[in-house]
Nanobody
Framework: QVQLVESGGGLVQPGGSLRLSCAAS????????MGWYRQAPGKQRELVAT???????NYADSVKGRFTISRDNAKNTVYLQMNSLKPEDTAVYYC?????????????WGQGTQVTVSS
């Protein structure tokens, strides 16, 4: 069994910063790609950023230059540093990881953490 647990969401004013964390735990052999996605009310879930196990990153155009994804492979943890936040960044943020266990490789999702950008 594998679990992803996010933390770090909250309410922040426009222009502010937040740092999200997502820790994977359980019967993990290794983790391939990790990433962050978000879903705003009435909208589909969208990719925010991904990072490979080698450190290659990919960002949605809407967050380039403002958000930074990183990971600590020793801790099975992925981070999302969010700066210069805008009201349109308001959403539930979900982490995702492609996890190799002793019996298969599959994609896991966290439960989500709310980020609200408002004055």
């Amino acid at each position: 069994q594998v679990q992803l647990v996010e933390s770090g969401g909250g309410l922040v004013q426009p222009g502010g910063s937040l740092r999200l964390s997502c820790a994977a735990s359980g019967s993990i052999f290794s983790i391939y790609g990790m990433g962050w996605y978000r879903q705003a009310p009435g909208k589909q879930r969208e990719l925010v950023a991904t990072i490979s196990n080698g450190g290659s990153t990919n960002y949605a155009d809407s967050v380039k230059g403002r958000f930074t994804i990183s990971r600590d492979n020793a801790k099975n943890t992925v981070y999302l540093q969010m700066n210069s936040l805008k009201p349109e960044d308001t959403a539930v943020y979900y982490c995702n990881a492609d996890v190799v266990t002793g019996w298969d490789t599959r994609s896991y999702w966290g439960q989500g953490t709310q980020v609200t950008v408002s004055s």
